[in-house]
């Protein structure tokens, strides 16, 4: 037995001498990820450069959301992705990323698409392209109207709550889209039609955002549709609602998809602060989206703690919203933007894909009733501006196919 023990601490004791050998190699993740995290830093500061686009939508839009479902797939070709071990750990390459909202300020709606402005032509040229009617301008960041910080908003006598969601299930499995609400070209129902109302009720002196984060996704994003397909024909002879479900997971991998979460903020005055409208009020209007045999939106972050680590999820969110974030891929990166709890380890995207993201995000069509909410053009577009500059120089192209 003493011949064992002495083995062992020898065995031991030789280990620990290695200490300058092991501890540099266990600790190489992590320099990588914070390597990793700095570069992707630099390039979002020099490569995500943004501008931001406001829809003006006329009073008599007919076109169903399938036009916006349209734009998005144009945008979705715009997609960039480090393809090289050097692309992604050295130069920092991420994927480019948009940013669609819906935004009320005292009860008036505005429509944005935030852009980077290296894509700006080509996104307006997709838009101009299926939607002509509708001006769109380049306008001033409303974000930076809002207080920039906790102690900026508390000197205003103001306070914030904010969320964000994304899908709840395996992504393969759809969401309910327009085309469940038959909202069709001259009739039907719009599924904007009740956040709308509900951003509409928003009173003077109060702000209410939806923000809508979207990044290109992979096209390898649907390979989970086979295993799910499977899983239902596992009990042999499917029943009617099986096949039905089958055939809505096929049709829902068929299309791109976008990275996506949503973001909620809230601003009010502290007296009379009321964050109950906006919280119930945007759930249930995308719970319109969800249903047992499909996907369904769940929360991922949001205002809650209390004293510091309520200062703080605050601070975030309202970091993080002004600043369009998207969640960090490294480990490091995770670590350095939150708090002493790692908030920051459950804030996720996932894939949604066009059919779905059009339904959450479209211009307004006539058949919503919003003329006390939003600031609709006097007249119809006739055609988008001739000679819109759409292409760069050779260098620009390369770089952004």
Sequence with gaps: MDVILSLVGGALLFVLSLWWIALPIALIPLILSALTF?????????????????????????????AMEQVLIAMHGLRNAPKTWRQYHIDGQVTRWFSFEIVSEGGMLRFYVRTPAALRNLVEASLFSYYPEVEIITVPDYAADIPDTIYEMEANGLDVWGTEMTAAKDPVIPFKTYAH??????????????????????????????????????????????????????????????????????????????????????????????????????????????????????????????????????????????RRAIPESEYIGKVLTS????????????????????????????????????????SRRVSAPAGLPIYGDDEAIKRFL
Excluded: C
């Design 339 to 378: 708090n002493g709890k790692l908030r920051n380890f459950s804030e996720r995207w996932a894939p949604i894909n066009v059919e779905a993201l059009a339904t959450m995000f479209h211009p307004l069509t006539s058949s919503v009733l919003t003329a006390p909410h939003i600031e609709r053009l006097s």
């Design 38 to 66: 700095w570069r992707q830093q630099l390039y979002k500061a020099k490569s995500m450069e943004s501008v931001l686009l406001e829809l003006r939508i006329p009073p008599d839009l007919l076109r169903s959301p399938r």
């Design 181 to 322: 609400f038959a909202s069709g070209e001259k009739d039907g129902i719009d599924p904007l039609s009740s956040l709308v109302e509900i951003l509409g009720k928003i009173r003077a002196g109060e702000f209410a955002g939806v923000q809508i984060i979207a990044a290109p996704a992979d096209r390898k994003w649907n390979s989970g549709g086979g295993d799910q397909i499977a899983k239902l024909k596992e009990s042999g002879m499917l029943t009617p609602g099986e096949s039905a479900s089958v055939k809505e997971i096929e049709e829902n991998v068929s299309k791109p998809a976008f990275n996506t979460l949503v973001r909620v903020l809230y601003v009010a005055p502290k007296e009379g602060f009321s964050s109950a409208l906006v919280a119930s009020g945007v759930g249930n209007a995308y719970n319109q989206l969800s249903g047992p045999k499909y996907n369904a939106f769940a929360p991922t972050q949001g205002v809650g703690g209390k004293g510091e680590a309520l200062r703080f999820s605050k601070a975030r969110m309202l970091w993080a919203y002004r």
